[in-house]
Structure formats: C-alpha cells, structure tokens
C-alpha cells in the first residue's frame, strides 16, 4: 500500500486525473514478484505407536505431525532478531546458567510449555499471544498438521508416518500459496535434521514433480540444526505447544491437565494458523 500510494502521488503531479493514477497504481502493483514464504516445521507428539496412557510400552502421546510457523523471506530476519531478544528476556536465568552464548541456546518446546509453567509464568502466557501477533504482524502464519497415532504395535511404520505427514503439510501450504494468494505465492520448505533425510527428500521431490504437482515449493525441504537457528527454535515452541493442545484434543479424559492449554492458547493459536488440524 506504501509503494501504491507512492506512485499514485508521482502519477497525479505528472497531470493524470486521480483514477487514472489509481488504475496505474493498480497495475504498478500487480508487476511486482510473487512473495516468497519460508516455512519452518517440526515434530510434535510422539511418531510411535500409541495404545493408552497407562499402556506400560506405548504411552507417550495419541499425536504425531508437524506444527511451526510460515513467514515471508523478507521479514525472516526481523523474526529472528525479536525471537532472539524475548527467548533472552525470557530464560534470562537458563541461558546465564548455562554458560551458553543464546545465539545457538535453545530450550526445547515440549519442555517450556508445560502444565507448571504455563500456571506459574504470566511472562510465558504473554510471550506466546506476542509470538502470534508478531508471526501474523508480519504477514505470516502459524502452521499445524498431524493425526492419531492408534494403530496396532505391529503395524505401525514410524518412517511411513513421517513421510505421510510431510507430504500433507507440502499439499496445504502448497493450496494455501496457489489458491488463498493472488496473484499465487511460493514457499521455501525447512525441517529439523532428521536420520531419513535422504528419503524425505526424495518424497518431497515426488510431490513437486509426481501426480501431486506441488508447483509453488520452490525446492525440495532443507535441514538445519535448530540450536543455531532462531526461526526453527521458534517453530520448536509452537511445536510443543501444538503437541500439548493434540493430546487434549484427541485424548481429553486421558489428558485432563491439558485443559489449560486450550483455555490460554487454543483460540489464538487458531487465529493465526492456516490450514491446519489433527486428524484422527
């Protein structure tokens, strides 16, 4: 809209009648490159089989997907920066603790977002509203995708759940930037290192180039080290926070103190997420 304004003002000094400049200004904006997203995924929940919370074996969590946020290239680095500034305020004491310099400092999702923390740190339920507003300020979005874990010990495969997981997630942000954007949007795909790279890879490259045709990811997925890297410590955190909220979700009456994620964080993290659910 700056840029748009910009040029109107140029245009109507030049001598154009005001909608002659708006229509001008219209077309001016239309010229200009699709954006281009970067997402960051993790895992959330449990990626083996679940039977019951009380089952001796199989009892880490009835969920398993990929949740973290999507943002648009040009604001990556402005994340990061605010990112890196509240995880410092935030975990002051664990960083100073630690001896570690807080540019590859991580604290893990799934153990921030718990039931004690989230009753006791007023600071961390504001953090994560801020961390919502700020992903949705900057014109991005919060990501989720990710089902029920049940099937039977013995035919439960984790790498195919993995690789059905991903392709989901490529499909919705792919229909996101080809059927939400106008003119369609493209999208960078980042994941956390993982010990099947190589067949991860080759399933993104199926869905881009296979029947799928997945047209607006731009590459197949790259893997990074989430300690030195802000956006995917970010989509970490939301990723622990999806895993609590899919438990309660899929599993109330087995995960009862869940219930306080839903009351602080549920409905915003909805307002800022697209695309996205747990299916059982």
């Known amino acids: 809209m700056m840029r748009e304004r910009s040029f109107l003002c140029q245009r109507r000094s030049s001598g154009c009648t005001h909608s002659e400049a ?34 001796p074996k199989h009892n880490d969590s009835p969920v398993f997907g990929l949740a973290g946020l999507v943002l648009p290239v040009e604001e990556v680095r402005n994340f990061a920066t605010w990112f890196y500034q509240r995880k410092c305020d935030l975990l002051k004491f664990e960083i100073e603790r630690d001896g570690i310099h807080p540019a590859i400092w991580e604290k893990k999702g799934s ?13 961390l339920r504001a953090f994560t509203n801020r961390l919502f507003n700020k992903i949705t300020k900057l ?12 099937d039977a010990p013995a035919d439960h495969d984790p790498n195919a759940l993995y690789r059905h997981i991903l392709r989901e997630a490529i499909k919705r942000i792919d229909q996101h930037c080809d059927e ?37 990811l731009v590459e197949p997925p790259f893997q990074v080290e989430s300690h030195r890297y802000q956006t995917m410590q970010a989509a970490d955190w939301i990723s622990g926070l ?5 438990a309660s979700w899929k599993a109330p009456d087995e995960y009862p103190e869940n219930e306080i994620f839903k009351t602080y964080f549920a409905a915003r993290l909805n307002r800022c997420a697209v695309r996205s659910g747990i299916r059982d």
């Open 139 to 150: 014109g991005g979005f919060a990501f989720y995708v990710g089902q029920c874990t049940r």
């Open 22 to 55: 708006r229509a001008q200004a219209r077309a001016f904006v239309l010229l200009e490159p699709r954006l281009t997203y970067i997402a960051y995924l993790d895992e959330f929940g449990h990626i083996g089989p679940y039977i019951s919370r009380d089952d």
């Open 242 to 246: 999806v895993g609590r909220l899919g």
């Open 111 to 123: 153990a921030l977002y718990t039931v004690r923390n989230v009753e006791t740190y007023r600071e």
């Open 180 to 216: 939400d954007c106008d003119p369609c949007d493209r999208f960078l795909l980042a994941l956390d290192e993982h010990d099947q790279r190589s067949e991860l890879i080759t399933q993104a490259a199926i869905a881009m180039y296979g029947m799928d045709q997945r047209r607006c």
